[in-house]
């Protein structure tokens, strides 16, 4: 397979390539096919924006009807047919039946648009500059959204100072004993503390890139209390652990939060289509016309998929409770990897179908069964500060019988790199058979 044309003229900048060094020219659901045929089962779905497997024929039949007839493809923001029907549907089947009286803005089509849009928006509301972020968070690796981006990967190539941002520990980063909202207040009632008053606090209720760190329902309560206390807006990033990643469309729908702002793109399309949203209350629509603008702020092809992944997934719960228990397969799946080496240092965390396979941070163990996946015909990335995380992001759509065959190859995987150092398995499972 020649990939030489991407060493000689892509640019050092590309990434995922190195992981997967194929040249993919065909996917359908759960499954990549490269150019020799070699099928390849995906536990990546685009880093989330995949949410309903590649080629969605239930998508892509709405897409191709509308294209055939010459719908409007590119129309900035002015008002289409496709951009109604999506506000239409948007309000119906999200907005109303949870009581939230939310407006949309339509930014550019990546999710760090979204975030740039949601931080100008906050300090022109509020009149103050500082944002607070926490540890471990990635918001995108633009400007002001690299700005509450903490990892140090990104923020070395910025190349120009990354200011007006405090980072406050997130839950559970210094140990599961020490409340980080106790602190963060201390930080914000001591006038002597350097901290600016903030004029919002942006998180994810689940870090993805950051190593699939879960925030508590408790310390998101606490952190909405916090925000009302001080008069600092509350965004939440479900840019990638929105659109049903957790197992509800918003992975905050259970813990009792009312975000000022919600920023969501990714799986918002549920084809692969570049889109992003803003969702604000009303009276932060302080906006000048035109004053926040971009060429490519109304994508109807995605608001075509959009409205239909809506409508086919999430009009009532049946997808949801679909979802929760693929999840259970996959956790009970990790626990028992888990269990089968005690003294190596593993475990488990995430919600939904977005879950983490935790190593030690020192050993590069992560990068190493992930490679030995590739190899057996699974695609599936790393996250955390050291790439210490095996990140599972499967389709939420995949099929039960897919999920379990690509469980059994990470199983072989983490059995053959431990083998390879000498790290012998605990126990038998599964009948007494070791795969």
Not at 25 to 48: C, I, N, P, T
Not at 407 to 429: H, M, T, Y
Request: glycine share 10%; hydrophobic share 40%; net charge negative.
């Amino acid at each position: 397979m020649d990939l030489n044309i991407f060493d000689r003229m892509e640019s050092e900048v590309r990434g995922y390539i190195r992981s997967f060094p194929v040249i993919f020219s065909k996917a359908k659901g759960s499954v990549l096919f490269d150019q020799e045929g070699r099928e390849y089962l995906d536990f990546f779905a685009g880093a989330g924006t995949l949410n309903y497997g590649h080629n969605n024929p239930v998508l892509k039949e709405k897409l191709i009807e509308y294209v055939a007839d010459d719908g409007v493809v590119h129309g900035l923001d002015m008002a289409t047919d496709a951009k109604k029907y999506f506000m239409e549907t948007f309000e119906r089947v999200l907005l109303k039946p949870r009581g939230w009286d939310y407006k949309m803005q339509f930014t550019g089509p990546t999710g760090t648009n979204a975030v740039e849009a949601a931080l100008k928006l906050a300090r022109l509301v509020k009149g103050r500059q500082n944002v607070v972020a926490f540890t471990h968070g990635f918001h995108g690796v633009s400007g002001g959204s690299l700005a509450v981006t903490a990892n140090q990967k990104f923020r070395d190539a910025a190349g120009v100072s990354l200011a007006n941002t405090t980072f406050v520990p997130f839950d559970g980063y210094m140990g599961p004993d020490f409340n980080t909202i106790d602190y963060f207040e201390r930080m914000l009632e001591d006038p002597s503390s350097g901290m600016d008053l903030p004029a919002a606090v942006i998180v994810e209720t689940v870090q993805g890139e950051g190593g699939v760190n879960v925030a508590t329902h408790r310390w998101l309560r606490d952190l909405e209390k916090l925000c009302r206390k001080y008069d600092m807006l509350l965004i939440v990033d479900d840019i990638q652990v929105g659109c049903g990643r957790t197992g509800s469309f918003f992975s905050f729908d259970s813990v009792g939060i009312s975000p000022d702002i919600i920023t969501l793109s990714k799986s918002l399309s549920g084809f692969g289509l570049p889109m992003s949203l803003v969702l604000m209350k009303p009276e932060l629509d302080v906006w000048k016309p035109g004053s926040h603008s971009g060429t490519f702020r109304g994508n109807n092809l995605a608001f075509v998929t959009a409205a239909q992944a809506l409508d086919s997934y999430w009009a009532d719960n049946r997808f949801e409770k679909e979802v929760g228990r693929k999840a259970e397969i996959v956790r009970d799946r990790l626990e028992s990897i888990v269990q089968s080496y005690p003294s190596a240092g593993l475990s488990v965390r995430g919600r939904g179908l977005i879950q983490g396979l935790v190593t030690p941070a020192d050993d590069d163990l992560a990068n190493a069964i992930s490679a030995k996946a590739f190899e057996h015909g699974l695609v599936i990335e790393t996250s955390g500060a050291n790439d210490e995380v095996l990140k599972l992001l499967p389709a939420l759509t995949i099929e039960e019988e897919q999920l379990k065959k690509g469980l059994e190859i990470i199983e072989r995987s983490v059995a053959e790199v431990f083998e390879a150092r000498g790290v012998s398995a605990k126990v038998l499972k599964f009948g007494g058979k070791r795969r």
